[in-house]
Nanobody, 122 residues
Framework: QLQFVESGGGLAQPGGSLRLSCVAS????????VGWFRQVPGKEREWLSC????????FYADSVKGRFTISRDDAKNTAYLQMNSLKPEDTAEYHC???????????????WGQGTQVTVSS
């Protein structure tokens, strides 16, 4: 089955940090751009960041720019999202998806996994 397996979520305090991982299962990550997204119940999936294949160009939504950093290790078939200065409004289920190049439209992406829950609370 072609999908990502996300991990690294959990409970963090405001101002804290978490590092999320997504491992590509059944496909080769180096052939795709990778996007990170989050979703809360009742709301649409929100695009957060993307890293292109080959040149590793990165893009960020204004809501996370300067706080989150996306990266990838194609040798490990894994992408990461380092999240710093976390806020309660970052609470959501986080997912990654693959596409041929970076776009902000979640529907363009594929290989969604189950996601990993991030809760920011004191």
């Amino acid at each position: 089955q072609l999908q990502f397996v996300e991990s690294g979520g959990g409970l963090a305090q405001p101002g804290g940090s978490l590092r999320l991982s997504c491992v590509a299962s059944g496909f080769t990550l180096e052939s795709y751009a990778v996007g990170w997204f989050r979703q809360v119940p009742g709301k649409e999936r929100e695009w957060l960041s993307c890293i292109n294949k080959n040149d590793n160009t990165t893009f960020y939504a204004d809501s996370v720019k300067g706080r989150f950093t996306i990266s990838r290790d194609d040798a490990k078939n894994t992408a990461y999202l380092q999240m710093n200065s976390l806020k309660p409004e970052d609470t959501a289920e986080y997912h990654c998806g693959a596409y041929f190049f970076c776009v902000v439209l979640p529907k363009a992406y594929d290989y969604w996994g189950q996601g990993t829950q991030v809760t920011v609370s004191s």
